[in-house]
């Protein structure tokens, strides 16, 4: 998680229409019959989706980097969208008797961040030989400071040094003033985490001037079942400033050839690796092989935006909420290439406002309130949604759930969701209403996104992501053509189905 050293602004509200009045017993009966979701699932479109995953990954909007004034024009665009949809509007007025602590508003929270942005033309090269290409090849990490540095590489193994495990890659070796090179993860018998920005700490205090990292050519099952390649992805290593070094994801074929290099050709990555996840032993050497890497990186002050929107419901129950949280920032523009962030998270934004604007068509409320949430930050260690929970609009005792939509436009067709907090027969539940019982994989805990602050504040979460392989995950190539239309309409009905099942449920 990025360490950036949050201030707390002011909410702003934008003020409410009110609509027209209904009775309540017109609302139960339309709530109890459950006529009203089989026709809202039918009003999805996919054109619709589509439209917005194709405005909102394209160079308008500039990869919709955090703190930057493509991420602020991407957060009045949801903002319009929300005012459009009139998702403030009350399809009814409670009773005076009835009080209701959620006031129908749309809401904007803000939050000043450091953007940082890798300059066009960044450059690495192995040796005297070709530079590795930008994008394929090699990344920047996206937070790593300038650098223009020449220097020997030292592998370290998976980059751990933890005496109480009796574990040290850095052992008998001297790294300072050398590039060293670590692999991605963590050995299967080391016990306890092993985070980048703990490798990068460790690489800074043992004297290393830059890092390379790179996926090893041995992938775990959870690798393998993400779909994970040789190929480096978009990235911030979350350190903070004390403990920042220059750093670049390098493709595994590059690391290869750095060992092939350093060991005349009679050593192998993937051997190396093997013996280490085997014996638990360490097999880091220094080499004279060196590295030439060089790029600017631009630090700018800027502003996140978190956007929100509130379908009031009318019960007793009214003041109980379920939140839809969808976050809509990618990268940017870096080393001169756009990250369009189409399936990441342009689908979970288009997806969000679609379910948005068919609950506002529905001719009534619901039971519960429903707030829909355009997080910002998330690339960035989740700032956005660790935001809220510091202002929450709703209060978090009375938050029954948060659903949150994650890559919903690529895949097999098969949905994950993740469900903690809730028994999974909601989920299975909502996918037999949204009629795609036999597309779902039910799991507890999702590693990973916005719903994780609110899992840890004790609310109850499902997250949905479109199952199967992302191939261009955090990658340049994550655009609106690579966008599964069937796939969305899924995830839209599932959602929809969900939702409406928790905002009414008994």
């Not at 054109?47 to 024009?73: C, K, N, W, Y």
């Not at 949604?385 to 709703?394: D, F, G, K, V």
Request: glycine share 10%; net charge neutral; hydrophobic share 40%.
């Amino acid at each position: 998680m990025k360490r950036i050293t949050i201030a707390l602004a002011s909410v702003c509200t934008i003020p409410l229409l009110i609509g027209t009045a209904a009775s309540e017993s017109t609302l139960d009966s339309t709530i109890s019959t459950g006529n009203w979701i089989e026709r809202g699932l039918e009003q999805i479109s996919t054109e619709r989706m589509m439209a917005d995953i194709v405005e909102l990954s394209s160079p308008r909007f500039g990869g919709r980097q955090t703190g930057t004034d493509h991420d602020r024009e991407s957060a009045a665009f949801v903002a319009d969208r929300f005012s459009v949809l009139r998702l403030h509007r009350s399809t009814a007025s409670p009773p005076e008797s009835r009080t209701n602590p959620l006031p129908q508003r749309e809401w904007k929270q803000t939050v000043p961040v450091v953007a940082k942005t890798i300059q066009p033309d960044p450059f690495l090269q192995i040796e005297d030989r070709q530079p590795l290409l930008i994008g394929p090849d090699f990344l920047p990490i996206l937070d790593s400071p300038s650098a223009d540095i020449h220097a020997a590489i030292v592998f370290v193994g998976y980059g751990i040094s933890d005496p109480a495990q009796n574990i040290d890659d850095y052992a008998g070796l001297d790294v300072r003033n050398k590039i060293v090179l670590f692999l991605r993860g963590k050995p299967e018998q080391y016990k306890g985490a092993a985070t980048h920005a703990d490798k990068e700490r460790i690489a800074k205090e043992k004297g290393a001037v830059a890092y390379l990292t790179a996926t090893g050519p041995v992938l775990s099952p959870y690798e393998l079942r993400r779909g994970v390649t040789g190929v480096p992805t978009a990235f911030y290593a979350g350190t903070d400033g004390t403990h920042q070094l220059p750093g670049a994801w390098i493709s595994t074929a590059a690391a290869e050839s750095i060992i092939t290099l350093a060991t005349a050709g009679k050593g192998r990555l993937k051997d190396i690796q093997e013996t280490i996840t085997r014996t638990n032993s360490f097999r880091s050497f220094a080499t004279e092989v060196t590295v030439r890497l060089a790029w600017t990186s631009l630090s700018t002050t800027g502003t996140l935006f978190n956007i929100a929107s509130l379908i009031r419901g009318y019960s007793p129950r009214a003041q109980d909420t379920v939140i839809i949280g969808a976050h809509r920032d990618h990268f940017g523009v870096q080393g001169g290439r756009l990250f369009a962030g189409a399936d990441d998270n342009a689908s979970g934004t288009a997806v969000m406002l679609e379910v948005a604007r068919v609950l506002a068509s529905a001719p009534a409320a619901p039971k519960r309130s429903i707030l829909f949430i355009s997080f910002s930050g998330e690339e960035q260690g989740l700032l956005g949604s660790r935001h809220y929970l510091t202002q929450p609009i709703a209060p978090l005792t009375s938050t029954v759930g948060m659903i949150n939509i994650d890559h919903a436009g690529v895949g097999n067709g098969r949905l994950t969701v993740g469900v903690t907090g809730f028994e999974k027969s909601v989920a299975s539940e909502a996918g037999q209403i949204a009629g795609l019982s036999g597309k779902l994989d039910l799991y507890g805990f999702f590693p990973g996104g916005d719903h994780v602050p609110f899992k840890e504040a004790g609310v109850p979460t499902v997250t949905v992501v479109s199952g199967g392989v992302h191939p261009h995950f955090h990658q340049p190539t994550d655009t609106a053509d690579t966008i599964d239309p069937e796939i969305l309409k899924s995830v839209a009905r599932y959602v929809l189905a969900l939702t409406w099942q928790l905002a009414n449920a008994p």
